[in-house]
Antibody, heavy 122, light 108 residues
Framework: EVQLLESGGGLVKPGGSLRLSCAAS????????MNWVRQAPGKGLEWVGR??????????DYAAPVKDRFTISRDDSKNTLFLQMNSLKIEDTAVYYC?????????????WGQGTVVTVSS | EIVMTQSPATLSVSPGDRATLSCRAS??????LAWYQQKPGQAPRLLIY???TRATGIPARFSGSGSGTDFTLTISSLQSEDFAVYYC??????????FGQGTKLEIK
């Protein structure tokens, strides 16, 4: 059974940093394309970034609002995806989800974690 | 960046009736469109990809159609568990991928 478990969320002041983790199990993590998607309170879904699987070159892409502030990394030996968030802004407040991309289906964000809440406030 | 626009923002439908949700792309995305369902307090769930292919385990009452810029999600006979928020997502021209703002399907 595929499972994704995010952790690391919390309350942080503007300008601060936070590191989220997503522990994966039940599938071959090293080859999986992984994404971070966020959802601000009462709002819709926003793509944050993607890390392609090792077999596909491991490229990383970011959404414009987080580029140069957020860094996605992965530890395939520990089946874990990370999101390092620096220079946090109030508008980064959201639930952050990690997802697989096209793992069990030809395409789509087919598995999601339960999300971790990040609150940026003074 | 491709902008996805969903309509209506809220749709009120009675159980057992048909619901039709729309999604429009700001430029052609071929059939590179997915639909997700999100219930309160839960993560989204993939329903449809490739505009019309149901994901594993999705009931046949969910169907998707369209290509180019105009797409539709139809739920043929609404069950109580179908009342939720639905998002479309384009993946033809990305990064970035982009989501619509969502349609809330509520009980009439």
């Amino acid at each position: 059974e595929v499972q994704l478990l995010e952790s690391g969320g919390g309350l942080v002041k503007p300008g601060g940093s936070l590191r989220l983790s997503c522990a994966a199990s039940g599938f071959t993590f090293s080859n999986a394309w992984m994404n971070w998607v966020r959802q601000a309170p009462g709002k819709g879904l926003e793509w944050v970034g993607r890390f392609k699987g090792k077999a596909d070159g491991g490229a990383i892409d970011y959404a414009a609002p987080v580029k140069d502030r957020f860094t996605i990394s992965r530890d395939d030996s520990k089946n874990t995806l990370f999101l390092q968030m620096n220079s946090l802004k109030i508008e980064d407040t959201a639930v952050y989800y990690c997802t697989t991309e096209g793992y069990s289906e030809i395409w789509g964000y087919d598995f999601w974690g339960q999300g971790t809440v990040v609150t940026v406030s003074s | 960046e491709i902008v996805m626009t969903q309509s209506p923002a809220t749709l009120s439908v009675s159980p057992g009736d048909r619901a039709t949700l729309s999604c429009r792309a700001s430029q052609s995305i071929s059939n590179k469109l997915a639909w997700y369902q999100q219930k309160p307090g839960q993560a989204p769930r993939l329903l449809i990809y490739g505009a019309s292919t149901r994901a594993t385990g999705i009931p046949a009452r969910f169907s998707g159609s369209g290509s180019g810029t105009d797409f539709t999600l139809t739920i043929s006979s609404l069950q109580s568990e179908d009342f939720a928020v639905y998002y479309c997502q384009q993946y033809n021209n990305w990064p970035p991928c982009s989501f619509g703002q969502g349609t809330k399907l509520e009980i009439k």
